[in-house]
């Protein structure tokens, strides 16, 4: 076995090779036989144990054998106690998300602490069926019926080639020991029930049941993977990136069957899971919005507009006289000039004197108006808003510049026509936006 270990380290993470990394080693046959698999292959790496304090001795037995295999091995060992009941009742969680949680949070602040960039876990092919089954039994997606990744950016799980009882047939060639955690027999847990119960039956079925399953994951991988492609593909052709948002033609969505799993696919990144309500979006009213933990889609006309969660702004700020530059909340400059030079949406000249100090910046709210620059008489911001077709949350975003409470300028937008420059001003102020 350990031949075909370095012959899968080799040809697939040989960056294992060349650099120390971590390895998460509970005591038990995996993660044992996964640490003398490394040592004698010559790579370099550090332990970490995790004692959750949740079977009594027993843990505190599980983190002495670690011990001795780091002193053994000759390695480094990192070790961390938690409280992990506490943290399931603090947080409402499972224990096993509990533990989850608990340890990788522990890896990522270890690993960045000791200059460690890959995480080196035990997971083996039936881990990866019974992840596999679970999903099912769940319902899920293509996602989830690949199983456990073999990698992602910063964790490597080497074994997932070689199945259970591989490893258990090298442990007791090679005269391994290891810890066996007593709870692993419990069947209250899905995973162990599928583990004891589904899994044995499913070997007894076909013989290389385990074989055929690690090819159709294969399969499956590979049909992800040329999915993911696609719906990459098609984003750049659907997502248009606007300063604060991505917009989306509701017709374009539309021509898209099933949309239902289209919907799945494009949104499902940004976190969104009611997808009936996304679904509803298409054919709602504008304004119609649905929330993600960290995203948001709004209908908007023939849109729908994708941006991120966040508090909307309502503070107003200053700017004093002689103050040449703020940065807070928007980046405007403001210089002095003799005369008008170059105009554009986002430079705005005005005649000094009209002004009264401080000016205010603001966002704009219900029931502003003023007075269009090349136009006669006022005119509500949301009616100006609604000629012009600005966007729900372009509207949101908008910061006003105002004199007192007369507004100087809907910034980026248009300038008030009280303020502007004429044949009789003598001091001129220019405003420029920096985007």
């Not at 993470?13 to 044992?32: H, M, N, Q, V, W």
């Not at 080639?161 to 047939?169: A, K, Y």
């Amino acid at each position: 076995m350990l031949a075909e270990f370095q012959e899968y380290i080799q040809g697939r993470y040989p960056a294992l090779k060349e650099r120390k990394f971590l390895l998460a080693c509970s005591g038990g046959l995996d993660s044992t036989v996964l640490a003398h698999l490394c040592h004698r292959a010559g790579l370099q790496f550090v332990l970490a144990h995790c004692n959750f304090n949740l079977r009594g001795v027993e843990s505190d037995q599980d983190e002495g054998f670690v011990r001795e295999l780091a002193n053994t091995l000759g390695v480094q060992l990192f070790v961390t106690h938690f409280d992990t009941m506490d943290y399931v009742y603090g947080n409402q969680v499972s224990i096993e998300m509990a533990a989850r949680e608990l340890r990788y949070a522990w890896f990522a602040e270890l690993m960045k602490e000791s200059d460690l960039e890959v995480l080196v876990t035990a997971h083996h092919s039936d881990d990866s069926l019974e992840t596999f089954l679970i999903n099912l039994s769940r319902g899920t997606g293509i996602t989830g019926l690949k199983g456990i990744p073999s990698s992602t950016v910063s964790v490597v799980r080497p074994l997932l080639p070689f199945s259970r009882s591989q490893l258990l047939e090298f442990a007791k060639t090679e005269g391994f020991t290891w810890r066996e955690d007593s709870s692993n027999q419990e069947t209250v847990h899905l995973r162990n029930k599928i583990r004891l119960e589904v899994v044995p039956k499913l070997k007894e079925l076909h013989p290389t049941f385990l074989n055929n399953f690690q090819k159709t994951q294969s399969h499956l991988s590979g049909s992800a993977k040329m999915l993911e492609d696609y719906i990459r593909l098609l984003k750049s052709k659907l997502f248009l990136t606007e300063e604060n948002y991505i917009r989306i033609s509701i017709d374009d969505l539309l021509q898209l069957e099933p949309i239902g799993d289209y919907l799945h696919a494009l949104f499902d990144t940004y976190g969104f899971k009611a997808w009936k309500d996304i679904e509803g979006l298409l054919h709602g009213m504008s304004g119609k919005e649905v929330h993600s933990k960290t995203h948001r889609l709004v209908r908007d006309r023939a849109y729908l507009l994708l941006s991120e969660l966040g508090e909307k702004p309502s503070h107003s700020y200053l700017i004093h006289e002689g103050v040449s530059e703020i940065k807070v909340p928007i980046h405007l400059m403001v210089s002095e000039v003799s005369a008008i030079g170059l105009t554009s949406k986002n430079i705005l000249y005005v005649d000094k004197s009209s002004l009264k100090y401080p000016l205010i910046v603001r966002n704009w709210k219900k029931g502003d108006y003023f007075y269009p620059f090349g136009m006669v008489g006022k005119k509500k911001v949301s009616k100006f808003f609604k000629d012009e077709k600005v966007d729900m949350i372009t509207k949101e975003k908008q910061w006003l510049v105002c004199s007192g409470e007369d507004i100087v300028w809907i910034v980026g937008q248009r300038a008030d026509n009280r303020f502007k420059v004429s044949g009789h001003s003598k001091n001129i102020l220019r405003f420029t936006y920096v985007k």
